[in-house]
């Protein structure tokens, strides 16, 4: 009943919001997975610094090194919404 | 682009009574820097530090503790002789040592005193509102008394039941009850108390009526605080009238000591020594022109030859100019280059702050900033903090010409735009935004480069100068293989990487322009360029293969990370203007809100500013660019010697 009104009344979403929930996707899950990643790097990292602080650059790379992958969710957004 | 300053090796031989004379002249050269001597079968063992060091060590330490309980900072130098200040030590010293340790001995006194007072205040105070002689409460031979605190609450009527003879004082607020009872009654009448949940407190020895006894009290307690007080004062005059003494004999005492253990790390025998150690070659001549005259050339200096094994080991110096010398703290924040390798800090010096602008590229923050950084550079003196100052004035100047270029202003558009949905108007009247060629994705490629209406071709143009970046990293890469290996080696190993890239570029040209054998020869480079790297790397060449790509590709963080801060910059400006134009005719108080929106919300933008665009341009060049060609983990060059600041010779 409910489906059929929705039929009736179009789709539930249309192809622009179908785009635009692929787009938030795209970011939401890369940015949840390069926080996962950075969390588990960054707590490494920082555990080694408290040890000597000279790897603070070692530290520093390691833990922005995940950050690609949301950077990559943010061209893959980008992509959908301007294809 | 530099090398590390080119290093000499040199040995200095002589026998132990020149020692001494030979590492004074080379602690004032401080130019050589000496390896550590690892005892072995050659027969040599480390010396004992000359006898002055346990004396010297000592009143280092006693210095230094004194410092540390003065609370004694660095502070603008008064520089004394050497001379004097060592003349003066050992009674200087005992004065200071014996004068603080008088006052801190009678402080603690007088703590104590003061610990003592506040019990015995304590201890009377609930008797404060009874206020009966203390002497009272004692030397009965028939009465019993109770004094102490109950919890429920005690009259008259409840004693006389059991017995008439008695007198009771008692508090109602603080529930203290002193009781006085025959004895005969004394263990009826203290069931009852008990029952009433009673408990002793105990009565002070001291004679004398409370309220009396507290005033006394406190008066002790003031003057035992203001004596306190006074001598706190004395050795706070005691700071202000040693500070320079203890910072330059700390200074002297920490020389000495250093020339006093060398021994520990040099070889010797009976009766001679053998220093090893690096000196920058350009300065190998003043090193034996010292030694020679400290010691009227008894001593014997040569140089000696590094071998291919060594060179790895060779301590580093950087070579830079003024300009690029600020990079070296990023090069240092990473890894320090090996003596080796080619030292990239010229180029980051361009490349760090070129990818910062790039993703700031705005003329107000970069103001802002700049200013900042100028005025930080001016108020503080400290050597840490200058070059990191230098590095940000450095990237503001490149942010305030992509500012130019991206034509923004604290997220305002300078210029006009036509856009499908009519004009935009920019803040600069009459500046209009001009087309220069169509761009991706039906966007147009325009000056001044509009960011947030031109994404994708952005995204196309950061990759592209990645690949650039990446490009010059491999050609650093060849150099410095081919000057180590060979040319064999560096073509395998980092030519084939531009061999891969330009057949890439050859199908990719033959397959758009429809060219199909303009396709072949470049499918046909691009296998070349592969087996030439499998040669090079070995499998894991291949395997490397996609991340130029990843690589590539990490460079679209540059225009990613400027949109937020585009869109920060612009959402504050909507939030306050909208608030300012909510009612044309007046100004109000949302104005005066809106002027506080408009501040707070660029200062929080402003400090992002630096953190983001900072960490993701030092990013690109550490994982991106570095990978290509970057080894580090050179040794410090670290020679000895001491940079005096509050004494000369």
Known sequence: MVGEELAIGGPFLDADGMKALGAALAITVTGLASAWAEKEIGTAAIGAMAENEGLFGKGLILTVIPETIVIFGLVVALLINSA | ?649
């Open chain 2, 1 to 649: 682009m530099s090398r590390p300053k080119e290093m000499t090796r040199a040995v200095i031989v002589g026998h132990k009574s020149i020692l001494k004379d030979t590492i004074d002249s080379l602690h004032d050269t401080h130019l050589f820097h000496i390896e550590d001597f690892v005892e072995d079968e050659s027969g040599f063992k480390i010396s004992k530090p000359f006898k002055n060091a346990e004396e010297v060590s000592k009143k280092l330490v006693k210095i230094r503790s004194i410092s540390n309980y003065l609370g004694i900072v660095k502070k603008e130098p008064v520089v004394q002789k050497t001379d004097s200040v060592l003349r003066d030590l050992d009674s200087k010293l005992d004065e200071l040592d014996r004068a603080i340790a008088t006052k801190t001995e009678s402080i603690a006194q007088l703590e104590n005193e003061l610990k003592d007072l506040d019990s015995q205040k304590r201890e009377l105070l609930p008797y404060l509102s009874i206020n009966l002689d203390f002497d009272d409460y004692r030397g009965y031979e028939s009465l019993k008394v109770f004094a102490g605190t109950i919890k429920g609450s005690l009259d008259g009527s409840q004693i006389s039941s059991i017995t008439k003879a008695y007198e009771l004082y008692s508090d109602p607020q603080s529930k203290v009850v002193v009781l006085f009872v025959a004895k005969n009654d004394a263990d009826r009448v203290y069931e009852l108390l008990q029952s009433l949940g009673f408990r002793d407190l105990r009565v002070p020895e001291r004679g004398g009526v409370p309220s009396e006894l507290l005033r006394f009290i406190e008066q002790k307690e003031a003057e035992v605080t203001r004596k306190t007080e006074s001598l706190r004062a004395d050795i706070e005059s005691l700071k202000v009238k040693y500070t320079d003494f203890i910072l330059a004999s700390d200074e002297v005492l920490s020389i000495e000591s250093q020339k006093a253990e060398l021994p520990l790390r040099i070889a010797t025998s009976a009766n001679t020594f053998i220093i090893e150690g690096w000196t920058p070659t350009e300065n190998y001549d003043k090193v034996v022109s010292a030694v020679n005259s400290a010691t009227n050339g008894k001593a014997y200096v040569t140089s000696l030859e590094i071998d291919e094994e060594e060179e790895e080991h060779v301590p580093v110096e950087y070579n830079n100019s003024k300009i690029a010398a600020p990079m070296q703290q990023i090069m240092d924040l990473y890894s320090r280059p090996k003596y080796t390798e080619l030292d990239p800090s010229s180029v980051i010096l361009i490349t760090f702050p070129l990818m910062y602008g790039l993703i700031l590229g705005d003329i107000g923050y970069a103001m802002i900033l700049g200013a900042i950084a100028l005025a930080i550079k001016k108020a503080v003196k400290s050597d840490a903090v200058k070059p990191l100052m230098d590095i940000l004035i450095y990237c503001q100047v490149s942010t305030f010409i992509f500012g130019i270029i991206y034509g923004e202003f604290l997220g305002f558009s300078l210029a006009s735009l036509h856009t499908a949905h009519g004009v935009v108007p920019g803040l600069i009247p009459g500046w209009e935004t001009i087309v220069l060629f169509e761009g991706l994705g039906g966007e147009e490629f325009t000056f001044p480069v509009h960011r947030t209406h031109m994404v994708m071709t952005m995204i196309a143009t950061t990759v592209i100068i990645g690949l650039l970046q990446l490009n010059l990293g491999f050609l650093l890469g060849f150099a410095n293989i081919s000057k180590h290996h060979g040319m064999k080696h560096a073509v395998l190993e980092k030519g084939s990487w531009l061999v891969i890239q330009l057949g890439v570029l050859v199908a990719a040209i033959g397959y758009l322009g429809g060219n199909s054998g303009l396709t072949y020869v470049g499918a046909g480079i691009l296998v070349l360029g592969i087996v030439m790297l499998t040669m090079g790397e070995g499998i894991k060449g291949p395997i490397e293969l996609p991340s130029l790509m990843g690589n590539a590709l990490s460079y679209a963080r540059i225009i990613a990370v400027g949109l937020s801060s585009i869109y920060i910059a612009s959402t504050v400006n909507d939030i306050a203007f909208k608030m300012i134009w909510v009612d044309h005719s007046k100004i109000s108080f949302l104005a005066v809100a809106a002027i506080l929106v408009f501040i707070l919300g660029h200062g929080l933008n402003s400090v992002l500013s630096i953190i983001a665009p900072g960490l993701h341009a030092l990013r690109l060049q550490y994982v991106e660019f570095f990978g290509k060609f970057y080894e580090g983990g050179g040794r410090k060059y670290n020679p000895f010697g001491y940079i005096r600041k509050y004494t000369e010779e």
